[in-house]
């Protein structure tokens, strides 16, 4: 039985820090370059295991070193990696990052072995699926296993957590992955584009995503906490002042610890209020997984980070 079932990406996040990001046709220089685990999947689940959670991945990696990388941070996170597929005739996708003074990141990912976790890989995983409080989901794999995992999951009446990111466009996103979304989890930019209002609040985004579908909505706010909707009605979440370093994985970090609470039988509020100090944690050290805190870690951090 796990909390978690993480089902999505795992990259390798190639990093480089500089004073200002080039312009067109510009070039700068950067500090070296550092290699580690991500992957908007592979995060998730990291944090999830981390914080304690019984976890689970299922992707895909290249038979390469940078595979060798991600399974090798996911066993040192907690995380079960039996799911995994291991695949010899790919690449291992990667991200190419560049972080700012502030903290602040742009990043292309090039998806390779990500792209071809299918819906046959998702089926062969039913009973791993049935087997999981929670399924959480993104979309950095392709959309078809997105959708084959969330019709799995609501089969065996397991919660599904939908983050839409890379946010598509909102008529992209199928009212079936809608429908199952409790939480869809997104930050103020996918709030924006999936609900259609260029203007509002984080409470209208949130409104009009339920009235679109979703069962429950988070829209992230950074260091501003989180505004989470559900049947019960809205509620703010205050977030956590800390002194960024990286926000890399950030929004994972909060989406693994959101389902590891709510899996763990949380109300949506407590599990966010929680996942909000996880985020805040995340930020103030570099990368995404090596940055994410175990339950100890947190503790270490009160007051600034009381524990719900």
């Known amino acids: 039985m796990y909390d978690v079932l993480v089902v999505g990406s795992a990259n390798a996040d190639l990093t480089v ?45 290249g038979g390469d070193a940078y595979g060798e990388l991600l399974l090798r941070a996911q066993h040192d996170a907690g995380t079960d990696v039996s799911p995994v597929i291991v695949d010899d005739t790919a690449r291992t996708g990667t ?12 990043i292309v990912v090039s998806p390779g072995a990500n792209a071809a976790l299918t819906p046959q890989d998702v089926a062969a995983a039913k009973d791993t699926i049935a087997a999981a409080a929670v399924v959480s989901l993104q979309l950095e794999i392709p959309m078809e296993s997105v959708r084959a995992a969330a019709t799995a999951a609501e089969q065996a009446g397991t919660r599904v957590v939908l ?18 979304a409790d939480p869809l ?19 209208e985004w949130a409104q009009a995503l339920r009235e679109r579908g979703a069962r429950s909505v988070v829209v992230t706010l950074g ?12 509620a703010e979440v205050p977030g956590v002042r800390v002194k960024a370093v990286d926000t890399t994985g950030a929004g ?12 763990r039988g949380d ?10 100090r996880v985020g805040a944690a995340a930020v103030t050290k570099p990368g995404a997984q090596p940055s994410y805190p175990t339950r100890a870690e947190l503790e270490a951090l009160a007051p600034e980070l009381p524990q719900g």
């Open 163 to 180: 983050n839409p990111s890379p946010a598509p466009e909102a008529a992209a996103l199928a009212p079936e992955l809608l429908a199952v």
């Open 252 to 263: 994972d970090a909060f989406t693994g610890a959101l389902a590891t609470r709510l899996a």
């Open 17 to 61: 820090r500089v004073e200002r990001r080039p312009g067109a046709g510009e070039t700068v220089t950067g500090t070296d370059l550092v290699e580690s685990a991500g992957g908007k999947g592979a995060n998730q689940a990291a944090a999830a295991a981390r914080i304690g959670g019984r976890t689970a991945l299922l992707a895909r990696v």
């Open 95 to 106: 991200a190419m990052i560049i972080v700012d003074p502030d903290g602040d990141n742009s």
């Open 223 to 234: 260091g501003d906490g989180a505004l989470v909707l559900d049947a019960s009605g809205a």
């Open 185 to 203: 989890v997104v930050n103020e930019h996918e709030a924006r584009q999936l609900s259609g209002l260029a203007d509002g609040t984080p409470a």
């Open 267 to 276: 109300a949506l509020p407590e599990a966010a209020r929680f996942a909000v």
